[in-house]
């Protein structure tokens, strides 16, 4: 049996690969059906394709009864998590955190400013060739609750701050505190969404955060809030939310949502006061170097047998999910 890699970055153009390795090139294809580089049973390292459906992801999983590690290319893991059954155990599932911090959090800062400062109806204005002007909320001297205070939650953070934000709250699973000020935890919702103008969610998707977002919590947010969500669709209940757009009460800006891609006909594209963006919260400029960087670094760890960074879980143990 060779020792396969499977990339879905050409290996030519990874700087840093550490020999004895064999290196196979497998994006899925544009349709999914790309036919397997080698034999997946030969395959020790996976590294997800990225921006595939998760049908694609998960094709090769059940037949690579040698793998021992699964690399992503995303912050978020749940698309394996789903399909963890396919994995032989002492897998390792390890996550792209440091991939997607910038371009996320900078995203997650342009559709809270495009929607607080009006820039979707200045667009349809221009289009239009109308002059339009008229008072819009700033950034400037709101409160901002970051839900899901993990490493995008805190590079979201780090881009709030020169905005002159009255204040930041920040919630996670668990309390700790930080540098900057303590994190609640999920059962301090009810007290803080009442008080925030801005709720940017962030939080990965799992049993936990699957529905977080349900009328119950966004009926605790206050007239006029900001909903932002660059996390995953799921995390919100989508007819929830379509209820408290439709009566004008908040606004949304998603990067994501539920079902994804959303059909053309779905009611939330017509909803009043939200924003869409097509989940581009990841692919960047910035996406590729940092993701070579991992692939190499991860890689070298491997054969050397150092740790791997961002291990989430590992199949057959008790940290699974």
Known sequence: MTADVWLPIPPDEIDGLPQGLNYLFWDGGDDGAQEFPGDPADCVVYVVPYMKRQTVKVRPLERMRNLQVVQTLTAGVDDITAALSSLVPGVRLCNARGVHEASTAELALTLTLASLRGIPKFVRAQQQGRWQGEFHPALADKNVLIVGYGAIGSAIEDRLVPFEVARVARVARSERTT?????????????????ADVVILSTPLNDTTR???????LAHMKDGALLVNVARGPVVDTKALLMELENGRIGAALDVTDPEPLPPAHPLWQAPGVLISP???????????????LVADQLSRFVNREPL??????????TSV
């Open 179 to 195: 540098a900057r000020g303590p994190v609640h935890s999920f059962t301090d919702l009810p007290a803080l969404l009442p008080e």
């Open 211 to 217: 529905g977080l977002v349900d009328a119950g919590f």
């Open 279 to 293: 989940h581009v919260g990841g692919p960047t400029s910035a996406f590729l170097p940092r993701a070579k960087r």
């Open 309 to 318: 960074r961002n291990v989430i879980l590992t199949t057959g143990s008790a």
